[in-house]
């Protein structure tokens, strides 16, 4: 039973395997594949968005830087030094030129690092400083054209310059770059809420403020960022980078996209897919249950079925088997017994010739004989009933009722009942239909059944007989006893001849063996079985048979 | 009161036939055996008998056969058919012969006597009924 149960878990299981592998892996893999495809190509595009925004931003920030260089170079070239060294024509110059307002000062220094002319917001911070010693002051006189790094200088505030000295490096004309303007430039390159543009020196130190508001950057993106990486753009887990160098290579434009900002479609995509797979797997997983379940419930249903069925045939088979073998041992037997039963008869004549004074034991002889006689006549019983001698031989048909022929039968055992305090409890069905077979034949099995059932109780207990009108146009007998029910060992053999549970002398195990004969040649079907109360009910199903047909 | 009549005891097995002859001649009946269908026709046609006893099972002509010679070639003769085994289909086919009755081992001696005295008294009324019929007829044809 444990086994069988296992077979069918297996069952269950290697159909749950097929269908999982059949419907549910191809949706996930599937999915996957999509998934990983949609991502794929949204770091492409988000690659090449940023690779073109940030040539663009460099063209634009070049020209930016290129164009106050090319006006300071101009204004060197026009104007004589003298001219450039008088502050009103400064003012003049700066009033002119700065009209967006790019730049937020202009300066004139002699080559010692002297101020010659100033305009501009910080006119009183700088007021008689020298410029000598500031690195970009010297740089510039180096290369002539210098755009600096950002820087706090004099004036307490982080800016940057751009300046270039008179071809005979004399003095140096310097502008302030406006740093708002110059960021704004940047800034409009931002790609995503999450995204960055800013510029570093060489240092890898900020050179305009990052969106995010970093003082400056973190140690990774430092690295990231320290080598040139024109042609491609550097793809981190979150972010891609693009760097240019801009300023011949004095400053690094760095542009970062966050790539989760821009998976927005893709994650709504992505999260959309995952529900309709889950579901998807949900469902079919489920009906796959539950055609499993109900496929290997069907296998095991009909594998009982069909297990019943054999051990019915089988025991049919059995019983047609054991019937031959008795009427076959039983013909054996009745030829000695006559012999028997002949000889102490032959004795039985002889004895009365014999002078009685001569026989001692005269009396004992006629007793043995007819105790001989008597014994052969028993067995000559049995060996009778095992071959069906003793009924009738050819079944009669009448109509019979069978409620009727089951009250006539428990009026002959009432009294054995009562005294044993047996309850007979009647429950039989209405308006059933009489059927045509043989009622005294059928109504020895009954009374053997009753009297089975009597022997079962033993005593203080219920017999229940049942009748109704079954499938298919049957008769359904019932008899279910209170008593201690059968072994489960005793039920295969309950039908053959010569089983008996009773002491010895007492029953000849040949009761429900004709009872089977006798409801096997009527037509219909005996079987017992344990309820789930405990004691034993015999079920005898007989066709309804209408007068006229044959069985 | 037994009445004095033949009985032929047909039955292969020697010794069972044997014993129930010296049986019944014991018993003062006049019985002979004969271990064979043939045998017993033989017998039959040479002398005189009123009851046969016939075992149904027999190697050569078996009992059925020879019941349906016996009723042939004497109709009057009564046969008490005797068997070892079931078939309740040769005890419906012997009955149908017009066997007296049939009978199934082991039977005690006294129940067999019996029964073949009342297969004799049917054939005693039925030969006399015939005897009678005759003596009117006799009776009716003088000269």
Not at chain 1, 417 to 426: C, D, E, G, Q, T
Not at chain 2, 36 to 65: N, R
Not at chain 2, 127 to 133: F, G, H, L, S, V
Request: aromatic fraction near 8%; charged fraction near 20%.
């Amino acid at each position: 039973m444990e086994r069988k149960k296992q077979y069918y878990t297996t069952i269950t299981r290697r159909l749950l395997i097929a269908f999982f592998c059949l419907s549910i892996l191809p949706i996930v893999s599937f999915a996957w594949i999509m998934k990983d495809a949609v991502e794929e190509t949204n770091i492409i595009k988000l690659q090449e968005l940023t690779t073109s925004t940030i040539e663009h931003r460099t063209e634009v920030i070049s020209q930016f830087l290129q164009d106050k260089i090319n006006l300071l170079s101009l204004l060197v070239s026009i104007y004589p030094q003298d001219y450039l060294f008088n502050l009103e024509n400064i003012e003049k110059l700066f009033l002119a030129m700065n009209s967006g307002g790019d730049i937020v000062d202009l300066q004139v220094i002699d080559v010692s690092g002297n101020q010659h002319g100033y305009v501009g917001p910080y006119r009183d911070k700088i007021k008689g400083k020298t410029y000598s010693n500031a690195p970009w002051f010297m740089e510039t006189l180096i290369s002539g054209v210098h755009v600096s790094d950002v820087f706090t200088g004099y004036r307490d505030t982080p800016h940057f310059v751009v300046a270039v000295t008179d071809p005979l490096k004399t003095y140096v004309l310097r502008a302030t770059i406006n740093s708002s303007m110059f960021n704004a430039l940047l800034h409009s390159a931002q790609l995503g809420p999450n995204g960055d543009a800013f510029i570093v020196n060489r240092a890898g130190v900020l050179q305009t403020p990052g969106l995010l508001n970093r003082p400056e950057l973190s140690a990774t993106e430092k690295e990231l960022i320290s080598f040139d990486n024109i042609s491609s753009s550097l793809v981190t887990e979150d972010n891609i980078y693009a760097t240019r160098w801009i300023d011949k290579g004095h400053w690094l434009l760095v542009l970062k996209a966050n790539i989760d900002d821009s998976l927005g479609y893709y994650l709504r995509l992505r999260d959309r897919i995952i529900l309709i797979v889950v579901i998807i797997s949900i469902i079919s997983m489920s009906a796959a249950t539950f055609a499993s379940v109900s496929l290997s419930r069907n296998f095991e249903h009909s594998d009982k079925e069909y297990a019943a069925l054999n051990q019915q045939f089988a025991q049919v088979e059995k019983m047609a088997t054991v019937g031959r073998l008795a009427a076959g041992i039983a013909h054996e037997i009745n030829n000695p017994l006559q012999m028997i039963t002949n000889q102490a008869g032959w004795i039985g004549e002889l004895l009365p010739d014999e002078d009685p004074s001569q026989i001692k034991n005269l009396e004992e002889y006629n007793r043995a004989v007819e105790q001989i006689k008597h014994h052969v006549q028993r067995a000559g019983t049995i060996t009778h009933r095992l071959l069906g001698f003793s009924r009738k031989m050819s079944t009669q048909q009448e109509s019979v009722k069978i409620n009727d022929l089951i009250e006539e039968t428990i009026s002959f055992v009432d009294r054995e009942a009562s005294y044993n305090n047996i309850n007979i409890v009647r429950n039989l069905a209405e308006n059933l239909p009489a059927t045509m077979t043989d009622g005294p034949q059928l109504q020895q099995v009954f009374l053997n059944l009753i009297n089975n059932a009597i022997d079962a109780v033993g005593q203080n207990g219920e017999i229940q007989i049942h009748t109704r009108f079954g499938k298919n146009n049957k008769l359904v007998v019932e008899f279910a006893d209170s008593g201690r029910g059968i072994p489960p060992e005793n039920i295969k053999h309950l039908f053959d001849p010569f089983f008996t549970t009773k002491d010895p002398g007492k029953g000849t195990g040949l009761g429900l063996y004709i009872s089977y004969d006798i409801i096997q040649k009527l037509g219909g079907t005996i079987t017992a079985e344990n309820q789930n109360s405990g004691g034993a009910v015999f079920t005898i199903v007989l066709p309804v048979i209408s007068f006229g047909s044959k069985i | 009161m037994m009445h004095e009549f033949s009985v032929l005891v047909v039955d292969d097995e020697e010794e069972f036939r044997d014993l129930t002859v010296r049986i019944l001649l014991k018993r003062g009946l006049s019985a002979r055996g004969a271990a064979s269908g043939q045998e017993a026709l033989e017998i039959l046609e040479s002398s005189h008998t009123d009851v046969v006893l016939l075992d149904v099972k027999m190697p050569g002509i078996d009992g059925i056969e020879t019941l349906g010679e016996i009723r042939k070639r004497k109709p009057l003769i009564e046969v008490v058919l005797l068997t070892g085994h079931a078939s309740v289909e040769s005890g419906i086919d012997g009955m149908k012969l017009g066997a007296f009755d049939y009978l199934m081992k082991p039977i005690e001696i006294e129940s067999l006597l019996d029964k073949l005295e009342q297969a004799y008294e049917k054939k005693r009324l039925q030969q006399e009924k015939i005897e009678q019929a005759q003596i009117k007829k006799h009776m009716a044809m003088p000269g």
